[in-house]
């Protein structure tokens, strides 16, 4: 009977191994996506600015502090203790959200450069990723983030007449938005991982 006992524990152990380190290489996946778009939205926004003459940079820095993002209207973490506080799950679904948040958007960042026709495929892999984690660590299929039923609102300024320098304007404001939002997602999809080692030191 022990003998019994003892092997029905080792594969009980084995099985949620397997599914630890499964979990592990999705995670390892998507937080070197999110990493590399973080990476390519910082290098597209320094790139910018130095294209802009110092006082464009100031009043376009003046406005979009003035200004909001659409990850505004997607509730998340508010500082980096709340962010450690949240669940995983909750984190994943955030970064998912935000993500599809740039579906749209990122089609008027795409074109004139190989780093910008980058943005869209690699932002679809990442929502895929992450969609991957979010299946391989729940248990109920209702919880998933569902596409059809996601809403989001008006990406800020972008359908408003921004005045003179409109189209210099939108830039901007969409690749800082998109650096900002980038970041959080590597953020929080980090932080997830390391939940998964309890050894590790999640302080952000």
């Known amino acids: ?23 592990q290489r999705l995670f390892s996946i998507a937080v070197n996506r999110v990493t590399h778009l973080h990476l390519l939205a910082q290098r597209l926004f320094s790139d910018f600015e130095s294209s802009l003459q110092t006082e464009e940079q100031r ?11 659409n990850s505004d209207y997607i509730i ?3 500082d980096k203790h709340e962010t450690q506080r949240s669940s995983v799950l909750k984190l994943l679904s955030i970064s998912y959200r935000l993500v599809e948040s740039w579906e749209f958007p990122s089609r008027s960042l795409s074109g004139g450069s190989s780093l910008r026709n980058q943005i869209s495929p690699r932002l679809s892999e990442l929502k895929t990723g992450i969609l991957k984690v979010i299946r391989a660590n729940q248990d109920e299929a209702e919880n998933y983030p569902d596409t059809d039923t996601l809403q989001h609102a008006p990406y800020g300024n972008y359908y408003q007449s921004l005045g003179g320098n409109e189209s210099l304007r939108q830039t901007y404001e969409l690749l800082a938005c998109f650096k900002k939002d980038m970041h959080k997602v590597e953020t929080y999809l980090t932080v997830a991982k390391c939940r998964l080692s309890p050894e590790a030191n999640c302080t952000l």
């Open 1 to 23: 009977m022990n003998s019994v006992v003892l092997l029905l524990s080792v594969v009980c152990l084995g099985v949620s191994s397997q599914q630890i380190t499964d979990s």
């Open 59 to 69: 009043q376009l820095n003046k406005i979009f502090l003035q200004d909001f993002c």
């Open 76 to 78: 998340s973490p508010t």
